[in-house]
């Protein structure tokens, strides 16, 4: 038993580093010696192995009771100049924590490989427990092996096992310490599952770096002093908001207020889903461009009667347009939100070569085909064929000229030509409309059937319905005809550009049924892979 008067030292920390600063163990309450090569210390390997082995986190113990004529009373230690032993001390033993991880850790992991994002573990944690934790939760898949996991089963030396023929890998710190730049890069390419081990926060930076050497868009979460600079220097830094300290804290991009991997998930989720829809009203909003500017260039080119004015575009843009656009918001998820890789952030932006040529080289040429069409139905219904209407416009423009001739010989006085080329307004005004369900429609999802995504968005349901209403309250509230110059339709005006609309949603499913079944065909570039660490 130690003396009244000696101090006792006791320290923990990884079991391996503090058996190496012990001479001797404590057993059934003797001090014995241990040489490097006593059994203790092989009892003491195959223990740390199966308690790590089980996911466990294990800590060392030692100590040590400091010699009272050299270590006196009111002796005044120093941990910056240590001034006492560190060596020399006894093993007193083991003990392993269970600190499993939540039980909605393994879903969300399992969805970000699906979404393409690369999880990374960066701990320091034992090799061993690393590597049983990252199995657990499916960060290491069930199907991968390891190194050593491959020498295990053949039972050669882990050295003689080629690393490039397996997918996942467990690499130590004091390995991560001795590879170069370009030894790293090769590691984060060749292997799809990684688990760093044993690593201190300098390395951790390193990793990032790493990373972003190679394009990708890098997550860290940390919750310590330590964790700050690799923090700072990803793309995202997310601090834990419940055991996070207050300098990781304020390095972070984000905080996580519920500690919960699952919630970064669900954070990606949304992300996606705010961007999907931002992009499918950018699209429905940039259609009708087309059908509204290409009526002036007719007018201009053609020298037709103007065929949609001015009035009428503001009621599409200020009007008609805006609930739709909006409904888009609303707009849930698509059920492979989370099984697309990563966009590419230099090609795949909110408005693109893509998008252009769908809205405006496709659906918005089709929607200009619809209000056309329907012009021409209205001029050739009252005397006027599309060949009589080309080159007519300065006649037909002309106050003083009464007496322009139709295609039959009847004589159209400044008035009724007016009022004729206003009922064309209306009726391109209402095509435009019309062929715009379709568009709306069509704009709910990106790759999937509209038959899939289903018609639950009742906010979008009711612009449509909203917009139609105000179309017809347009054309036939008495008196809009003398303030706005907006005329009554026929009932048949509505029909000619039901068959545009139907053409838009069919060839849009059809473009989306050969994205989905060639999506090879729709990306010419893998995406960037994300990549978060833990």
Not at 90 to 99: E, K, P, Q, R, S
Request: hydrophobic residues 45%; aromatic residues 10%.
């Amino acid at each position: 038993m130690p003396d009244e008067d000696q101090h006792l030292l006791v320290m923990k920390g990884a079991p391996e580093r503090i058996l190496d600063r012990c001479t001797s163990i404590l057993l059934n309450g003797e001090i014995v010696d241990m040489p490097a090569d006593s059994e203790q210390r092989v009892k003491f390997e195959a223990a740390y192995l199966e308690l790590g082995g089980m996911g466990e986190r294990v800590l060392g113990f030692c100590h040590s009771f400091l010699d009272a004529k050299e270590y006196p009373k009111g002796y005044a230690f120093d941990n910056e100049n240590v001034n006492f032993p560190l060596e020399g001390l006894t093993f007193v033993g083991l003990m392993a924590m269970i600190d499993p991880p939540r039980a909605n850790v393994p879903e969300a992991v399992a969805k970000c490989k699906s979404a393409g994002i690369k999880v990374i573990m960066v701990t320091g944690d034992h090799p061993i427990t690393a590597a049983a934790i990252a199995k657990n939760v499916g960060i290491i898949s069930d199907g991968s092996n390891t190194v050593d996991d491959i020498a295990k089963d053949m039972g050669i030396p882990v050295e003689e096992v080629d690393p490039s023929k397996v997918n996942a890998a467990v690499v130590h710190g004091s390995k991560l310490k001795e590879m170069t730049a370009e030894d790293l890069d090769a590691l984060l390419s060749n292997h799809e599952e990684i688990v760093f081990a044993r690593t201190s926060p300098q390395q951790k930076l390193i990793i990032v770096e790493a990373f972003q050497r190679s394009g990708q868009i890098v997550a860290v979460t940390g919750d310590g002093v330590n964790d700050s600079p690799a923090l700072k220097k990803a793309d995202i830094g997310i601090a834990m908001g419940i055991a996070g300290s207050d300098v990781s804290k304020e390095a972070a991009d984000m905080i996580l207020l519920d500690d919960n991997f699952a919630s970064i998930v669900t954070g990606v989720e949304e992300g996606r889903l705010i961007f999907d829809n931002l992009k499918k009203s950018i699209a429905y909003t940039l259609t009708s461009n087309i059908p509204e500017i290409s009526p002036f260039l007719f007018f201009i080119v053609l020298s037709i009667p103007l065929p949609l004015g001015t009035v009428t575009i503001l009621f599409i843009d200020l009007g008609t347009d805006l609930w739709p656009a909006i409904s888009l918001a609303y707009e849930k998820a698509e059920s492979d939100i989370m099984l697309r890789l990563p966009r590419d952030p230099q090609k795949d932006r909110l408005v693109n070569e893509r998008l252009i040529s769908v809205s405006y080289g496709q659906i918005g040429m089709i929607q200009a085909s619809a209000g056309f069409f329907v012009y021409f139905v209205i001029m050739a219904e009252n005397g006027f064929r599309p060949s009589t209407l080309l080159g007519i416009r300065k006649n037909w423009d002309d106050l003083t000229n009464e007496s322009v001739e139709d295609s039959y010989g009847q004589q159209w006085s400044y008035i009724d030509r007016k009022i004729l080329e206003y009922t064309c307004h209306s009726a391109f005004f209402v095509s435009i409309v019309i062929v715009q369900w379709a568009d709306v429609i069509i704009c709910k999802t990106r790759k999937l059937s509209v038959f899939t995504q289903g018609m639950n968005n009742w906010v979008l349901n009711t612009g449509i319905m909203f917009e139609t209403a105000l179309a017809a309250f347009m054309c036939y509230t008495p008196g809009l005809d003398k303030a706005l110059r907006v005329y009554p339709l026929r009932f048949w005006w509505w029909l000619p550009a039901l068959p545009f609309s139907l053409i838009i949603w069919l060839y849009d499913e059809g473009r989306r049924w050969l994205l989905r079944k060639y999506p090879e065909a729709g990306s010419s570039k893998k995406p960037t892979t994300n990549g978060r660490f833990s």
